[in-house]
């Protein structure tokens, strides 16, 4: 952590979920602006201990393993509450379906709590599951949606779309300085080999020489974020003084699936073969993020980071901890 602090700042933050992927980035960039991360929480369902171990010496840095269904608080005063905790992966949160409504919904209910009692700002990480497998080819904030409430992804996708609306009604019933960003597929080091999603998949099973393993025929799309690029949109989002409804944060570069693999064997220079196994129930076709809203409400914030750069950079974390 040496050299982490490069700002003054004399606030205190939340941070659930931080001991995963995206979660262990955004305490980094915190702790860096100069913030007190005075509690991380994480349950360390997909979580890992290594992605947060540098920063355990730091005395602004405090981890609480604890699971957010159930209810905590916090000594002191609290100026912003980040909620990322909750299963990201398909293969992961439909390992126990309830649990992750539960996570999505008491989890927040919970933090939306504490942020009322504290009188601190909230971010939910909901996502770009909450357009299900959308009807319109670009995907902006008016859209509803298409989503199934009774299938195997309706755990992930209603849970956040209950959390939003616990957010939307903890803001007008008690006035809690809610902030709502919808994730679309974000990617980068410190994503776990055994996570499932696509982008580390891919790298992990070109990298062993295993068959990369596409679903259905490949043609399904996804516009693939680097991480960077969505830590910097968190940031904005909370400095933000009025933002209340959510925003679209993505990369609108869409790609097939298919053409991923075949960008991560060359970038690989891996010598393996593709595998086409079913495609899962209720799989988006497509998804590609309007952004216009987020560019102009974020100071002209545009993802800076494209696909290959990212890749280079996460093909590298992925040779290292192999
Ligand atoms: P991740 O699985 O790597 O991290 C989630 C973290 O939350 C893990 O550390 C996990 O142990 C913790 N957690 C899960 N349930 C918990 C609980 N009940 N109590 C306490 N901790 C719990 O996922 P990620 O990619 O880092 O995603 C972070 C957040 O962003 C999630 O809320 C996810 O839904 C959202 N999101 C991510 C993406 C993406 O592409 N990465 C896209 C859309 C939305
Ligand atoms: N996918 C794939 N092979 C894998 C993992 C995922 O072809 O090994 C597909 C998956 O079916 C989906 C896309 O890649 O069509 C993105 O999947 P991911 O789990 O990363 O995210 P999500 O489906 O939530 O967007």
């Known amino acids: 952590m040496d050299g982490m602090k490069t700002k003054e700042c004399n606030k205190r933050a939340i941070v659930a979920g931080g001991a995963g992927f995206v979660g262990c980035h955004l305490c980094r960039r915190l702790l860096a602006e100069g913030y007190a991360v005075v509690t991380c929480v994480d349950n360390f ?21 604890h699971d957010i269904v159930e209810p905590f608080t916090v ?13 990201a992966s398909p293969v992961h949160y439909q390992r126990n379906p309830v649990h992750t409504f539960k996570t999505s919904v008491i989890g927040s209910l919970n933090l939306l ?44 996708d209603e849970g956040k779309r209950g ?13 809690v300085d809610t902030r709502i960003i919808r994730i ?38 996804r516009s693939f974020q680097y991480v960077d ?39 690989t220079g891996s010598p393996s073969p593709i595998a086409y196994r079913p495609l899962p129930q209720d799989d988006p076709c497509r998804r590609h993020p309007d952004i216009s809203l987020a560019t102009r409400v974020l100071d002209g914030w545009q993802p800076a980071v494209e696909l290959e750069t990212g890749l280079a950079k996460t093909i590298e974390y992925f040779r290292a901890v192999q």
């Open 45 to 65: 369902q997909t979580g890992n201990p290594d992605n947060i171990a540098r920063f355990r010496s730091e005395g602004r840095f405090r981890l609480v393993e």
């Open 75 to 87: 000594e002191g005063r609290v100026d912003e509450i980040y909620n990322l905790a909750c299963p």
């Open 229 to 267: 690029d969505l830590i910097e949109a968190i940031v904005r989002v909370m400095q933000d003084g009025v933002l209340h409804s959510p925003v679209n944060v993505g990369n609108p570069n869409e790609i097939t699936v298919k053409e991923l693999a075949d960008i991560v064997i060359r970038m």
């Open 113 to 156: 709590e504490l942020a009322r009692e504290k009188g601190a700002r909230i971010l939910l990480a909901s996502t770009s599951e909450v357009y299900g497998d959308p009807h319109v080819p670009v995907q902006g904030e008016s859209y509803w949606g298409n989503v199934n409430s009774y299938g195997l992804r309706s755990c992930y």
């Open 163 to 175: 959390a939003e609306t616990l957010f939307h009604d903890y803001h007008k019933m008690y006035e």
């Open 184 to 221: 679309f597929n974000t990617y980068g080091p410190c994503m776990s080999a055994a996570d499932g999603r696509v982008v580390s998949n891919f790298i992990v099973q070109a990298l062993r020489g295993e068959p990369l393993t596409v679903h259905g025929d490949g043609r399904q799309t």
